[in-house]
Every structure is written in structure tokens, then in C-alpha cells.
């Protein structure tokens, strides 16, 4: 099935619209290093986070969160159990779950948790292409949190693995592709210096929660999970091109990120968005 670009173009603008106007309380069980980045991505772009990784919390509190994100790139025992018990009350209660599967396949702790984890039913994995072909089954995985694979040589390990768990896979790299096991979106925004900032692909993470729709069977029957995650993409790819231009390195590009997603508007989104079914 093809659909013009204009269309996933509409529901970009829509779907950063409805972030701003109802900010959604974003749940983050996230790896020690990129947290703070995340909650200002978050922020910066309208949303509310929360980082309630505790467990006897974390469970409760998924259950009244909008969306909730389970990034495994340092995962302790304490928020081991806390991510378990978010996953299980997020799956009750309909809130859309994301799972980071940040650097498994190499190391076991974690590669046996993100295997547990899929069969809760997440509504959008994210990773890049080394960790989506090493949880789907079909590979070792990377270089610790590095890809070691391309982008489109993941396309065929995300599609199963969407079909195998009913969630969204996107996989990062130059250009983005997403898939529903159906349906595949490209996104050729972005910029490198996304890379040489702590925190930069972990908090896509947190924006993919926070533009997903519910899984109640209500949110399902009037939402298009795919379009709304290539949103989320596209608004966070298209920010980083903008900061890429306003900065001279990394230090300078993570202001930058924050502003551009605060002042990205849905004029410049159609000026940038490069954005396709295919």
C-alpha cells in the first residue's frame, strides 16, 4: 500500500499539534546517562516528563502515564523489576509503551529482559539496525550502543519482528525506516552531530511515547500507529537539520536541538520533511 507523502505530512503537523495542546505525561525507565537530556527534549517540545524508574511506583504510575518509555542502556536490578512492573500496568491499562533495546544482542542481562519484555506488547521498538536484527533473533548485535549494520539491511529483521509482536519498529541511521510488518516509511532527515551527543538517539525514545496514540482498541480504531511514530521522527530529525545550522559542534548543537524543537512549526516542517512511504 502507498500513500502520497502529503498525507504523512498532515499528520506530522497534527500530531505535533496535539503533543503541544495536550502535553502528555511521559513515563521514562532510562539509562542513567541520557536522562536529563531526555526530560529537556521533552520539555522542549511540550511534553511532561517523569522519571519514575523505582519499583512499587513505577507500576502505578504507568498506568496514569500518556506513554511510557523502557530504555535498557543501563539497566540495574532495581530498575529491572521497575521496568517489569511498568510494562505489565501499561499493557493493562492501554498507555503505548516503547522499548529502547539499547546494545542487546552483545551483552545477556539485557538481551534476555528485552525478550521478556516484546511479549508484552510494545507499541513501537526503537533502535539501530545492529540491536533491531539482534532482537528480532537474527543477529549478534553491534559494537556495545554502536551499530555495526546499515539501516536497510535491518528492513527485513523489522518486518518480522513487527509482524511477530504487532508494535512499530523503527530503526535509526542516516535515513530512518519504520514499519508496521505492512506497511514501510523512510525518513531522510537529520544530521550526524545527533551522534556525538549523549542522549541523542535515546530520547527519540521518549518523543516516539509521546506521539503514540493509545493501544486501548478505542486509540487503535481511530489512530494510524505508523504515521504517528514517522511523525515523531520526523519532527525530531527535522529539529536536529535546523540545529545542525546553528551550531559550531556538539556542544553547541544540544542547545541548539532544545530550540529548534521548541520553535519548530508546521512551516518549516513543510519546507523540511522529507518524509515517504515506500
Known sequence: ?????????????????????????????TNQVVANFTANVLLSLGAAPAM???????????GAASGVLVNLGTPHAEQRAAMTEAV?????????????PVAVGSLPVRTALARRLLDQGPAVVRGNASEIIAVAGTGGGGRGVDATDEVESAAAA????????????????????????????????????LTRVTGGGCAL???????????TPEGAAHADRLAAAAAAVTVYTVAAEIAAERSAGPGSFAAAFLDALYGLDEETLGERAAISWA
Open 205 to 215: 525514545g521518549a518523543v516516539l511515547a509521546a506521539f503514540a496514540p493509545p493501544t
Open 88 to 100: 505489565a500496568s501499561a499493557a493493562a491499562a492501554g498507555t503505548p509503551w516503547v522499548l529502547d
Open 158 to 193: 523489522a518486518g518480522e519482528l513487527a509482524r511477530a509482536t504487532g508494535a512499530v519498529v523503527a530503526v535509526s541511521g542516516p535515513v530512518d525506516l519504520l514499519t508496521d510488518g505492512a506497511r514501510t516509511v523512510r525518513v531522510a532527515n537529520g544530521d550526524p552531530l
Open 1 to 29: 500500500m502507498t500513500r502520497p507523502a502529503d498525507d504523512l505530512l498532515a499528520t506530522t503537523r497534527q500530531a505535533l499539534n496535539r503533543v503541544r495542546h495536550e502535553t502528555p505525561l511521559v513515563q521514562c525507565l
Open 52 to 62: 519514575v524508574d523505582i519499583p512499587e511506583e513505577a507500576g502505578p504510575f504507568a
